[in-house]
């Protein structure tokens, strides 16, 4: 089940979910920041350096640098990106350094609304960073120059071709002019003048040529050599880090979220009473005894030790006036928490003057003497099998008698069934005012359940965090089908931070 408290959406049930779990949340920030610190010393650092080149949008000529618009000029400066980026002028790099291998890829951008492109290359050092950078600007000038002059010499190589065809036909004429008269020669000369002005134009045409080749200087000039910083760009180890730390706490809470939503221990006593379907009698916070004795005995005055009184109060309550003097205190498994609960409320009852034994029943895994240091010694077993009780009775403070669990009957559950247990109990009232047994837990055995029909009343103890509601609803169908009189539950070990919450400290409790 998803506890309540934890199933809501406001944040201070978020906070309360993170703060039970808050291990999960250290564990994520511990786990990523380890492994980005071991990740930042691995890598290897690396320096950027940039260097920056003007692109040059309008050709030089022999008459000059042409004028082109904006928008023309724009994409021209985006084409050159594009170039100097290519495998062309990585390729010229590698020649200018006489590299083993392919330079590392430049990054290109246009600096602004300028014709001035940024050229940014990384490596292991500064000073390698550098050298490329300057080399990938010094071969896009290369690089487009020579492409520019090969243009043009192929320009070139077009004229001089069309020259020689005007020579020949020049020959020709001048051959057929030699024999003509009259209007044909009259005619040949006018087309030997036309073809004489057009051979002018072409001479004059690859004069333009020789000096647009010598004039070429690629597609742009570098503006500012590149410069290195002295500091690695990566890695980052703060900000890495930093990140890391955090991207492993906010897995923590989302780990600490799922857990809850999976979680099905039971947390509130709202919970507690509703799987039960009876009435909570309090709630006993976790904490750890000074010694193995109940706190009731080691620090009377403990702020828990005041919530067992509560509780004895509550059961007085839950009775509606019926008498409570003989009671059984059980739960639905083992290490819940009973066995505590159980020794702590028969000396809480005894405070008052009154007369109280704890009768360890528990005949299969007992806890109380060693909880109260006793040695071995004859208990109720051996009572059930026939020995006299007061030689089996351990008066441990003023007015509060233990009656051990005794040796270990090979059929304990049918000690409990019989009229020796009956006989038992009616001597036990007798002789003192409350009677208080603590019993093996009632899913695994039947014992608790022979109890639980002889007694005054019966309290379900669970640990918080840990019972299922459903475990405790089949504890508390059991009880009530053996006709056992249910009169509350306790949830025990609630978490110190939920007990300062409710009762204004944080104080807490551990079983034996």
Known sequence: MIPEAEAGGGVGDLVAVVARRWWLVVAGLVVATVVATVMVALQTPRYRAEARVLIDTQPDTAFGAQSVPA????????????????????????????????PPAVQVSIVGQTDVVALRVTAGDPTTARLLADAYALAYVEVTREADVAALEQARHEVEVSVAGLDAQLAELADQLEGA?????????????SLRVQRDQLQGRLAELDVD???????????????????AISPTPLPTVGLAALVGALVGVLGAVAVARVDRGIRTSAELEAAADTIGLGELPLVKAPDNRPMAVSTPDDPF????????????????GRPTNALLV????????????AANLAFVSAENGKRVVLVDADLRRPSLSAMLALPPHAGLSDVLLGE??????????????????????????????GDRFEALLADLRSRFDVVVFDSPPVLPVTDALSIA?????????ARAGETEAEQVRRAAERLRLA??????????????????????????????
Not at 71 to 97: G, H, P, W, Y
């Open 453 to 461: 029909t002889m007694v005054d009343g019966v309290v379900l103890v």
């Open 181 to 193: 008269t009259g209007a044909p020669r009259d005619e040949l000369t006018d087309r030997q003048a």
């Open 330 to 341: 059980t739960s639905a498994l083992p290490g819940e928490g009973k066995s505590s609960v």
């Open 71 to 102: 928008a023309t000029a724009q994409r021209a400066v985006q084409t050159e990106v594009q170039v100097i980026a290519s495998s062309k002028v990585a390729a010229e790099v590698q020649r200018l350094l006489d590299l083993p291998s392919r």
């Open 483 to 512: 006709r056992g009189d249910l009169l509350g539950v306790v949830l025990n070990g609630v978490d110190r931070r939920d007990a300062a919450r409710l009762y204004g400290y944080g104080y807490g409790m551990t079983d034996s």
């Open 305 to 320: 030790v005041e919530q067992v009184r509560t509780l004895r109060a509550g059961i007085g309550f839950a009775a509606m």
């Open 213 to 231: 080749i010598s004039l070429q200087d690629g597609g742009g000039s570098v503006v500012r050599q590149a410069t290195a910083g002295s500091s």
């Open 388 to 417: 006299a009780i007061d030689p089996c009775l351990v008066e441990v403070v003023h007015g509060v008698f233990v009656l051990p669990s005794g040796a270990r009957p090979p059929n304990p559950a049918g000690l409990f069934a």
